[in-house]
């Protein structure tokens, strides 16, 4: 297993989260995951934000600002249930991490 396996989950968690709080990007989302500590690619992150989006989590549209146009990402309803439900479950897995 590599550490992009490891952590993938952790960066789509990021995701949900980040869209939850306010619409995202592409480029956006890179420059906060670099603040957590992850070096993600755009080649990386676009089939994430695609897959969260085939399985319902985001719904996105295109936005154009200025003399570009950019693809927005927004929480679905789905995304925000999954969101909770992976928050209790990494409060769990925190705690026995941290315990001993």
Not at 49 to 75: F, N, P
């Amino acid at each position: 297993m590599t550490d992009k396996d490891l952590y993938g989950g952790l960066i789509r968690l990021h995701i949900l989260h980040h869209a939850a709080e306010e619409p995202i990007f592409g480029l956006g989302i890179i420059e906060e995951l670099r603040h957590h500590g992850y070096e993600i690619s755009a080649g990386t992150l676009y089939p994430m934000l695609h897959g969260l989006e085939k399985k319902g989590y985001l719904t996105s549209r295109h936005e154009r600002t200025g003399r570009r146009d950019r693809r927005v990402y927004e929480i679905t309803e789905r995304g925000r249930v999954a969101l909770t439900d992976a928050k209790a479950k990494v409060k769990d897995l925190f705690g026995e991490l941290i315990e001993k």
